[in-house]
């Protein structure tokens, strides 16, 4: 069936290097969508992207939708301790009767030496 | 404005026995899911529901049902709950499937003995 696979499942980084989770998908999205999870927390939502090649910045914080609309990257520049996370990217992938669900990828795990 | 709102937040069963997950949200949402997430696995999604009156299988639905009462509520049951099904449940809500924002509850992590 179609799925969101997410690279790397971990990432351990010294503050102030950058990051970097890579999504894909086995078919095309209509859109993609970025979460972040904080420890013990729920998923809150970060961005979606739409358009194909479409980049959009948050402060440190890039996120890329690739022109195939199949792949999609977060990176973050310079993390920081509050950057402690996980990142998800999750996409509406369509049922056998053509509805659509909201799957996650696995996530990116990432975490932050001070 | 409290959002998605689960209860119970935690809760332990016994092997065998049943319980019901409770999910309401207050921002007039169509669609409502809920997911189960387990270490390494990120979040699965067990059963959603598009809009009210409607209910469909996710990726991991053998063990549970669901409810959509009404627009607010969403509620997944465990009929004969197995030590698989420990794991922390979310349930969420968005205007339309995939295409907004998604808002989660606090989560009720659930075990099994």
């Known amino acids: 069936g179609q799925q969101v696979m997410q690279i790397p499942q971990y990432q351990h980084v010294q503050e102030g290097e950058d990051f970097t989770t890579y999504c894909n998908s086995s078919?095309?999205?209509?859109?993609i969508q970025w979460y972040k999870q904080r420890p013990g927390g729920h998923p809150v939502f970060l961005i979606q992207l739409v358009k194909s090649g479409e980049v959009k910045k948050q402060k440190r914080l890039t996120f890329q939708f690739g022109e195939a609309k199949k792949n999609s990257s977060l990176h973050i520049t310079a993390t920081q301790t509050t950057d402690v996370g996980t990142y998800f990217c999750a996409g509406p992938v369509t049922s056998m009767d053509s509805s659509y669900k909201l799957i996650f990828g696995s996530g990116t795990r990432l975490l932050v030496r001070p | 404005n409290a959002g998605v709102t689960q209860t119970p937040k935690f809760q332990v069963l016994k092997t065998g026995q049943s319980m019901t997950l409770q999910c309401a949200q207050d921002m007039n949402h169509n669609s409502m899911y809920w997911y189960r997430q387990d270490p390494g696995m990120g979040l699965r999604l067990i059963y959603y529901?598009?809009?009210?009156?409607?209910?469909d299988k996710g990726e991991v639905p053998n063990g549970y049902n669901v409810s959509r009462l009404n627009k607010r509520e969403f509620s997944l049951r465990l009929e004969s709950a197995a030590p698989s099904q420990t794991s922390v449940y979310f349930c969420?809500?968005?205007?339309?499937?995939?295409?907004?924002?998604?808002?989660f509850g606090q989560g009720t992590r659930l075990t099994v003995v």
């Open positions: 969420a809500s968005s205007e339309t499937i995939g295409r907004t924002e998604a808002f």
């Open positions: 078919t095309t999205l209509s859109n």
């Open positions: 529901s598009a809009s009210e009156g409607t209910t």
